[in-house]
């Protein structure tokens, strides 16, 4: 017997001997009441980060349940992460001096495979040393063929409904990473950027965007503000750096009288306001910044350059025709990032598919409200409600190769789109014909791992779904309460008529010593696993649930650690004496 205890030894022992005696699998017979957990699939696209290591939670309460006769099912899983994935593997590429502009699709989409194939391996082995007791037998992934086939169903059922639409709207475009996003991906930053005041005709406007100025298609005032009134339904002629122009002013509501001068520029093509007057007013969408975030051949001889070269140039050109009547240096303003490199989100019009969210998210509110689902906290379901009676239609197209194609083919004839299984259609149900081809866009990947908790049941082992739906625990970050929770309950209510889960709980992020949040940055990210071996697992474990509360974050630190650590030494520490006769302690 060793006379120090090594947790890592025993910690590894007692895991493997407790999955080869299949203890981590349910005992399902007609009398074991099912309690079910789906891991919240982690990105198969690097090593596990410390917010993996509150999978302890979820641990807890599958090894209590178990303990206590239930038919306990703890289900994992990993997730492809679409553009998440591509990111990371092209900072990968990018190191080579390549990019993934050097492949075509299907070479891209295998590297990427491969890629993550090693990384899945990896993050198994890790959820392993941690010691989560989780059925292996049940593991699935988002891109295994059977979770893609249901992904594929519920897409064609949602089009059959009327509740998916292909159409033409401005969405949330990264011109660095070439792809649209949906509203909550867009991190809106606070800025200080000059707000220009500039004469059109009889009128002065204020913008913070001048280089759009050759999308305007209007320029509007609020119906009720008396100080224009004899301008609505003018035709004006003002004075541009390309030349004299005509525009015609137009009432609507959604101007505000206390912005500026009360006139505002209209642009449809470039500010989701402007879209929507737009369509009030039967306005031109005029597309003046491309999806390469330089402007196109309607900015004249500003065409070409980048958005910000172009602003100053325009200004400058301005100025000399004494076009602008005075400038804010400071206006405080939020302007849409995107949440993965910074780049300034660019509103740009694009033909995508969308989910007619609003009617989905009905049936989601009066889940929580009838009790059918608990979030835990509570305090936590006032942001939910919120969030779900002001969504807006959501955009599930991604111009990215990793991921689950869009099952959608468009006639080369006619145009028109059909929808599959993802099978090519034989030929054209509109015109006949047979040139057919799929969309080159891939799905959200919140809109399949919104399917999760059915996708996995219906495609893991025969009798699963009827067993274990709905599942019983939801655990995971506040953070994800919007991205992933509120769809699983209402693509899971859509596609199965019942919930996917009894009860959300929410854990807070976990941060460093000083309770900043874990970043490369700033040097303070800490690996579960270098814990795991310098204090042993069972520490580690004991070290984020001990004196927690959900819905609060909480410091991670050494000495929280050393203690946790002289803990289960002293527990697991060999027997003296009339002890020996009995063997060590072990823990579950």
Same mark, same amino acid.
């Given at each position: 017997?060793?006379?120090?205890?090594?947790?890592?030894?025993?910690?590894?022992?007692?895991?493997?001997?407790?999955?080869?005696?299949?203890?981590?699998?349910?005992?399902?017979?007609?009398?074991?009441?099912?309690?079910?957990?789906?891991?919240?699939?982690?990105?198969?696209?690097a090593?596990?980060?410390?917010?993996?290591?509150?999978y302890?939670?979820?641990?807890?309460?599958?090894?209590?349940?178990?303990?206590?006769?239930?038919?306990?099912?703890?289900?994992?899983?990993?997730?492809?992460?679409g553009?998440?994935?591509?990111?990371?593997?092209?900072?990968?590429?990018?190191?080579?001096?390549?990019?993934?502009?050097?492949?075509?699709?299907?070479?891209?989409?295998?590297?990427?495979w491969?890629?993550?194939?090693?990384?899945?391996?990896?993050?198994?082995?890790?959820?392993?040393?941690?010691?989560?007791?989780?059925?292996?037998?049940?593991?699935?992934?988002? *891109?295994?063929?059977?979770? &893609? =086939? @249901? /992904?594929?169903?519920?897409?064609?059922?949602?089009?059959?409904?009327?509740? $998916?639409?292909?159409?033409?709207?401005?969405?949330?475009?990264?011109?660095?990473?070439?792809?649209?996003?949906?509203?909550?991906?867009?991190?809106?930053?606070?800025?200080?950027d000059?707000?220009?005041?500039?004469?059109?005709?009889?009128?002065?406007?204020?913008?913070?965007?001048?280089?759009?100025?050759?999308?305007?298609?209007?320029?509007?005032?609020?119906?009720?503000?008396?100080?224009?009134?004899?301008?609505?339904?003018?035709?004006?002629?003002?004075?541009?750096? *390309?030349?004299?122009?005509? &525009? =015609? @002013? /137009?009432?609507?509501e959604?101007?505000?009288?206390?912005?500026?001068?009360? $006139?505002?520029?209209?642009?449809?093509?470039?500010?989701?306001?402007?879209?929507?007057?737009?369509?009030?007013?039967?306005?031109?969408?005029?597309?003046?910044?491309?999806?390469?975030?330089?402007?196109?051949?309607?900015?004249?001889?500003?065409?070409?350059?980048?958005?910000?070269?172009?602003?100053?140039?325009?200004?400058?050109?301005?100025?000399?025709?004494?076009?602008?009547?005075?400038?804010?240096?400071?206006?405080?303003?939020?302007?849409?990032?995107?949440?993965?490199?910074?780049?300034?989100?660019?509103?740009?019009?694009?033909?995508?598919?969308?989910?007619?969210?609003?009617?989905?998210a009905?049936?989601?509110?009066?889940?929580?409200?009838?009790?059918?689902?608990?979030?835990?906290?509570?305090?936590?379901?006032?942001?939910?409600?919120?969030?779900?009676?002001?969504?807006?239609?959501?955009?599930?197209?991604?111009?990215?190769?990793?991921?689950?194609?869009?099952?959608?083919?468009?006639?080369?004839?006619?145009?028109?789109?059909?929808?599959?299984?993802?099978?090519?259609?034989d030929?054209?149900?509109?015109c006949?014909?047979?040139?057919?081809?799929?969309?080159?866009?891939?799905?959200?990947?919140?809109?399949?791992?919104?399917?999760?908790?059915?996708?996995?049941?219906?495609?893991?082992?025969?009798?699963?779904?009827?067993?274990?739906?709905?599942?019983?625990?939801?655990?995971?970050?506040?953070?994800?309460?919007?991205?992933?929770?509120?769809?699983?309950?209402?693509?899971?209510?859509?596609?199965?008529?019942?919930?996917?889960?009894?009860?959300?709980?929410?854990?807070?992020?976990?941060?460093?010593?000083?309770?900043?949040?874990?970043?490369?940055?700033?040097?303070?990210?800490?690996?579960?696993?270098?814990?795991?071996?310098?204090?042993?697992?069972?520490?580690?474990?004991?070290a984020?649930?001990?004196?927690?509360?959900?819905?609060?974050?909480?410091?991670?630190s050494?000495?929280?650690?050393?203690a946790?650590?002289?803990?289960?030494?002293?527990?697991?520490?060999?027997?003296?004496?009339s002890?020996?006769?009995?063997?060590?302690?072990?823990?579950?």
């Amino acid at each position: 017997m060793d006379k120090v205890y090594d947790q890592a030894k025993t910690e590894s022992k007692w895991y493997k001997f407790w999955e080869d005696s299949g203890f981590f699998q349910p005992e399902v017979s007609p009398k074991g009441k099912p309690f079910t957990i789906i891991l919240p699939p982690p990105n198969a696209n690097a090593d596990l980060h410390f917010g993996h290591a509150m999978y302890t939670i979820e641990d807890i309460l599958i090894r209590y349940h178990r303990m206590k006769g239930f038919a306990a099912l703890w289900l994992p899983g990993a997730d492809h992460a679409g553009f998440e994935t591509q990111v990371v593997f092209e900072k990968h590429l990018k190191k080579e001096g390549k990019s993934r502009f050097d492949f075509d699709r299907e070479t891209l989409y295998q590297m990427i495979w491969d890629f993550v194939q090693q990384n899945k391996g990896n993050m198994e082995g890790q959820l392993k040393r941690l010691g989560f007791s989780l059925d292996w037998s049940r593991k699935k992934f988002t *891109l295994d063929p059977d979770i &893609i =086939k @249901v /992904v594929y169903q519920t897409f064609i059922k949602l089009h059959d409904d009327g509740l $998916v639409y292909r159409g033409q709207r401005l969405v949330n475009y990264c011109t660095k990473d070439g792809t649209s996003f949906s509203d909550l991906e867009v991190i809106y930053e606070e800025r200080s950027d000059p707000l220009y005041y500039i004469k059109y005709g009889p009128l002065t406007l204020a913008t913070t965007r001048p280089e759009t100025k050759f999308g305007d298609t209007a320029v509007a005032v609020n119906p009720k503000d008396p100080r224009y009134q004899k301008y609505i339904g003018q035709e004006l002629e003002i004075e541009t750096v *390309l030349g004299k122009a005509t &525009i =015609k @002013v /137009v009432a609507d509501e959604a101007v505000d009288p206390e912005f500026g001068t009360g $006139v505002v520029k209209v642009t449809p093509a470039h500010d989701p306001t402007d879209f929507e007057m737009g369509e009030r007013h039967n306005l031109e969408v005029r597309q003046v910044i491309g999806f390469d975030g330089r402007l196109n051949e309607k900015a004249g001889r500003f065409a070409g350059m980048k958005v910000m070269e172009a602003r100053a140039a325009i200004v400058e050109e301005m100025q000399k025709k004494g076009l602008i009547e005075k400038v804010d240096e400071n206006y405080r303003h939020r302007v849409g990032t995107c949440y993965k490199c910074g780049t300034t989100i660019e509103p740009l019009p694009l033909e995508q598919w969308f989910v007619k969210a609003n009617q989905l998210a009905k049936p989601a509110i009066e889940a929580i409200k009838s009790g059918k689902i608990k979030i835990h906290p509570k305090s936590f379901e006032k942001n939910y409600y919120h969030w779900m009676k002001n969504i807006k239609d959501w955009n599930i197209s991604r111009q990215i190769v990793w991921g689950i194609r869009i099952p959608a083919f468009q006639c080369q004839k006619c145009q028109e789109w059909v929808v599959t299984t993802g099978e090519v259609p034989d030929k054209c149900p509109k015109c006949g014909s047979v040139n057919l081809v799929q969309d080159s866009d891939t799905f959200d990947t919140w809109f399949s791992s919104g399917q999760w908790p059915f996708a996995t049941l219906k495609t893991t082992q025969p009798g699963d779904f009827e067993k274990f739906y709905p599942t019983s625990v939801m655990e995971t970050g506040y953070d994800i309460l919007f991205f992933w929770v509120a769809r699983m309950v209402m693509l899971g209510l859509y596609a199965t008529g019942d919930v996917p889960f009894r009860d959300v709980i929410l854990h807070g992020l976990v941060r460093d010593s000083l309770g900043q949040k874990m970043s490369k940055s700033k040097g303070n990210i800490v690996s579960p696993l270098e814990i795991a071996d310098q204090y042993g697992a069972d520490a580690a474990r004991m070290a984020l649930v001990y004196g927690t509360a959900l819905g609060h974050d909480q410091a991670l630190s050494h000495p929280k650690l050393q203690a946790m650590r002289n803990f289960t030494n002293k527990n697991s520490a060999p027997p003296k004496k009339s002890d020996e006769a009995t063997g060590p302690a072990t823990s579950l």
